[in-house]
Nanobody, 124 residues
Framework: QVQLVESGGGLVQPGGSLRLSCAAS????????IGWFRQAPGKEREGVSC????????YYPDSVKGRFTISRDNAKNTVYLQMNSLKPEDTSVYYC?????????????????WGQGTQVTVSP
């Protein structure tokens, strides 16, 4: 079983950048495909990135493509989400999650382990 802890959230102005970290304990992250998700008040949780365990393939929805980059450092057992050109609509609680599937799953239910979330607020 893996435990996940997110960090790096905060308040940033539009156009700014943040890097979120997802640190794991209890297991090595390279066994898992890791996703980043976000959820704003009153909205459904949505995926913003994923990196597969099999080949490191990455996935992004159109809403963040070209602005967000996911990466993993297996030596540090950590996955990162670099967020650039942030917009007010990126304001959400951001979560990382782990799936034992070797390729990024398409459903939230396939992610078995979740962190507690970190708040990202984009505001002037």
């Amino acid at each position: 079983q893996v435990q996940l802890v997110e960090s790096g959230g905060g308040l940033v102005q539009p156009g700014g950048s943040l890097r979120l970290s997802c640190a794991a304990s209890g297991s090595t992250l390279d066994y898992y495909s890791i996703g980043w998700f976000r959820q704003a008040p009153g909205k459904e949780r949505e995926g913003v990135s994923c990196i597969s365990s099999s080949d490191g393939a990455t996935y992004y929805p159109d809403s963040v493509k070209g602005r967000f980059t996911i990466s993993r450092d297996n030596a540090k057992n950590t996955v990162y989400l670099q967020m650039n050109s942030l917009k007010p609509e990126d304001t959400s609680v951001y979560y990382c999650a782990a799936s034992s599937l070797v390729r990024c799953p398409r459903t939230l239910a396939a992610f078995s382990f979740w962190g507690q979330g970190t708040q990202v607020t984009v505001s002037p």
